[in-house]
């Protein structure tokens, strides 16, 4: 066991190994953080979705095709997770609608004086259902038809929601870019 290898990792999880098992969340724990923390609102939803994931990882393992490359497997049952996350908690969720958007003269300038942190940070601002379809369209390249189905919402509402997604991270831009001014 003190080849690293992912398939290494693997067979030993496999095989119930807790030392694989703890060695495979460290090595991935970064990489699915940064997933986690797109679709949730704060960093402690985050970890709860990564745990979930893991969990997910840990007890489906066996259908893991060794012959493909891991993070493509475990990105999507992250944000599968991430998705049934969202239907679970989306009572809770309460909608923040920001008033009408207006394009922001030079965005590609405030985009660029951005962190990934603070890109994340304006993210995590938007309504649960805004930043999840932002995230599974934008980021995660998923189609209208495929967010529609995961979302239980039809076509016209996911490409609604992206459209007003993005006009809230104008909005969120232009006030970031302006408090950064002071």
């Known amino acids: 066991m003190s080849d690293g290898t992912i398939e290494t990792l693997i067979h030993g999880c496999l095989e119930k190994n807790r030392q694989s098992q703890e060695k495979l969340y460290q090595r991935f724990y970064a990489y699915g953080m940064s997933i986690c923390l797109r679709y949730t609102v704060s960093e402690e939803q985050a970890i709860e979705v990564l745990n979930d994931g893991f969990m997910k990882v840990f007890n489906h393992l066996e259908q893991f095709d060794i012959t493909k490359p891991f993070e493509t497997w475990f990105r999507k049952i992250l944000i599968n997770t991430a998705i049934n996350y969202y239907h679970k908690n989306k009572k809770y969720n309460h909608h923040q609608s920001i008033e009408d958007a207006y394009q922001v003269a030079n965005e590609q300038d405030i985009l660029s004086q951005l962190s990934y942190r603070e890109i994340i940070n304006l993210i995590q601002q938007l309504s649960p259902m805004y930043r999840t379809v932002f995230n599974l369209y934008v980021i995660d390249g998923y189609s209208h038809e495929e967010i529609a189905e995961a979302l239980n919402i039809s076509v016209g509402t996911s ?20 408090a950064c001014k002071i």
């Open 159 to 178: 490409k609604s929601n992206l459209s007003r997604a993005r006009a809230n991270l104008r909005v969120l831009l232009k006030k970031n870019h302006e």
